[in-house]
């Protein structure tokens, strides 16, 4: 039976269609990432990953913080473009160094890619030597490299995205990096980001732990309850935070905490405390995001952020004691 003309011409759509690369672009909703998806757009099948960008075509809203969220954000892909970092609130009190966060946001991405598997991890960066190229590096994808930009980066980066191998250009600092931070318009919530020193051969749950069990040593009047699935911490004995074990997203170098209840946590709110050990650099992150505070805005950044940040930074100090 003949084959008709239509027919061949859906046969040769479809197999160009099934050809196209899915290039997804992790924390591409600035002008950048925008203009490369504009570029791609005719060749490749385009999304972008956004914290707080409302849904639209080609647009996913996603906290890439989160190593579960970036693992649905990349599955499918055949190449990722890293151009994650703060370029804007992310909550609003930032407890932290954008740059341990951009580290997080890069860690993300490499251990997304470590499960998803893309042909080629495609990550820029401006200054040359940034510690979150060893960090995409150590997901075991192959990785190409924009260093600087030049004049031109998004010409580069569609360069490398379409490339048939990986590659790595070092060139002039783009002199468009720099991005004025916009105002926080989002609920409440809380990002603290604390990077410690870890302790050689503890896990993640061990080190989790042990900063329970430590708490209740170091503040007067703290007692901490240490189970196998939970923690409570009780000041004077009332009960002030309860946090759960997610077993689904925890392994041996991420502990996920829930902080579900507790009278410092707003009702109906849950938060997220983590503790991550990453492999390059080989440092501890913990990680207090989505926290909404019971107390009055102006009490908590007066009392209990600064406390909270306080306890993280004695808390590493005597981990790297031990």
Known sequence: MPVGRHTVARLLWARRMSERRRVVIAGGTGSLGRELQRRLADRCDVTVIGTREPGGPGVWQADLLSIAAAEVALAGAHVVVHL????????????????????????????????????????????????????????????????????????????????????????????????????????????SVQRLTPKVGWTAAQTARAYFEWLATDVPGVSTVVGHEAYEVKAGGVSVLRLRRVPGRSADDVEVLEVRDGSLVAEGSVGEFEFRLLSEPKVLMTTLRGFVPALPWLVYRASQAPMHARQMRRFGAWLAQQ
């Not at 609003?92 to 580290?103: A, F, K, S, T, W």
């Not at 998004?154 to 916009?182: F, I």
């Open 84 to 191: 994650a970092r703060v370029s804007r609130p992310r909550a609003r009190l930032l407890q932290g160094v954008p740059e341990d966060v951009d580290l997080l946001l890069a860690d993300s991405v490499a251990r997304a890619a470590r499960l998803t598997k893309p042909q080629r991890l495609v990550g820029f960066f401006c200054d040359e030597g940034d510690p979150r190229e060893a960090t995409l590096r150590a997901s075991g994808v192959p990785v190409s490299v924009l260093s600087g930009g030049g004049d031109e980066p998004v010409a580069q980066l569609e360069q490398l995205v379409l490339a048939s191998d990986v590659e790595t250009r070092r060139l002039p600092r783009w002199k468009g990096g720099d991005v004025a931070a916009a105002a926080w318009s989002g609920p409440s919530t809380v990002l």
